[in-house]
T-cell receptor, first 113, second 114 residues
Framework: DSGVTQTPKHLITATGQRVTLRCSPR?????VYWYQQSLDQGLQFLIQ???????AKGNILERFSAQQFPDLHSELNLSSLELGDSALYFC????????????FGSGTRLTVV | KNQVEQSPQSLIILEGKNCTLQ??????????LRWYKQDTGRGPVSLTI?????NTKSNGRYTATLDADTKQSSLHITASQLSDSASYIC?????????????FGIGTKLQVIP
C-alpha cells in the first residue's frame, strides 16, 4: 500500500456520461497530480493541485476538471465521455518541491463503451 | 521543448541475464532524474533518484548511471528475475525560473522469461 488511495478501482460507463474519480493523498502530502495512461502509452500529465489550489496544467481536455478539497483529497471529473477516454487514471501525491518524487496510487481503470 | 526518450521500447531477456535500459533527455535546467518501475496495471514506484552531481546510484540489483554532460542515463538490471518484468520509466525534473517541471519518458517494457 503506497498510502495514496484511489477509488473506484474499475469503472465502466457509456459514451456521453460523466464520472468522478477520487484520490486521497499520502498523509502529509499537499500536492496531488492526475495522470492519464492509455493502453501501451506513457503517462500523460493532466493537472496538479497544491493545498487546494491549481498549480500546473498539462494536456487536460476542457471536458475534464479537477479540484482539491480542504481535507486535501482530490476529485477528477470527466464529462461527455468518449471511447478514447478509456484509460488508466493515476493520482500521485508529493510534498512541495518533490521534483518528481511522487507516490502513485494504484489507479482507476475507466472503460467507456 | 523538454523531451525524455527511452530505448529500447521493449526488451525480452532470459531469467538470470543482465540488461541495460537507456534514457536521453533534453530537459533543462536539469534538477534530477528518477527511474520508476511500473508493474502492469499498477502505479509506478520510484527506484532511484540522481541529481546533477551524482553519476551512479544503486538500489539492490538496479544500478542507475547519469552523464549530465551528454544528458544520458541508463538503468542496469543485474541477474534478472521474473518479477523484474515491468515497464521502466525515466522521469526528468527541471526548474525553469524556479518552477518545477517534470517530464516522463514513455517507458521501456521489459519481459523476463524463464
Amino acid at each position: 500500500d503506497s498510502g495514496v488511495t484511489q477509488t473506484p478501482k474499475h469503472l465502466i460507463t457509456a459514451t456521453g456520461q460523466r464520472v468522478t474519480l477520487r484520490c486521497s493523498p499520502r498523509s502529509g502530502d499537499l500536492s496531488v497530480y492526475w495522470y492519464q495512461q492509455s493502453l501501451d502509452q506513457g503517462l500523460q500529465f493532466l493537472i496538479q493541485y497544491y493545498n487546494g489550489e491549481e498549480r500546473a496544467k498539462g494536456n487536460i481536455l476542457e471536458r475534464f476538471s479537477a479540484q482539491q478539497f480542504p481535507d486535501l483529497h482530490s476529485e477528477l471529473n470527466l464529462s461527455s465521455l468518449e471511447l478514447g477516454d478509456s484509460a488508466l487514471y493515476f493520482c500521485a501525491s508529493s510534498v512541495e518541491a518533490a521534483r518528481g518524487g511522487y507516490t502513485f496510487g494504484s489507479g482507476t481503470r475507466l472503460t467507456v463503451v | 521543448k523538454n523531451q525524455v526518450e527511452q530505448s529500447p521500447q521493449s526488451l525480452i531477456i532470459l531469467e538470470g541475464k543482465n540488461c541495460t535500459l537507456q534514457c536521453n533527455y533534453t530537459v533543462s535546467p536539469f534538477s534530477n532524474l528518477r527511474w520508476y518501475k511500473q508493474d502492469t496495471g499498477r502505479g509506478p514506484v520510484s527506484l532511484t533518484i540522481m541529481t546533477f552531481s551524482e553519476n551512479t546510484k544503486s538500489n539492490g540489483r538496479y544500478t542507475a548511471t547519469l552523464d549530465a554532460d551528454t544528458k544520458q542515463s541508463s538503468l542496469h538490471i543485474t541477474a534478472s528475475q521474473l518479477s523484474d518484468s515491468a515497464s521502466y520509466i525515466c522521469v526528468v525534473s527541471a526548474t525553469p525560473g524556479g518552477y518545477q517541471k517534470v517530464t516522463f519518458g514513455i517507458g521501456t517494457k521489459l519481459q523476463v522469461i524463464p
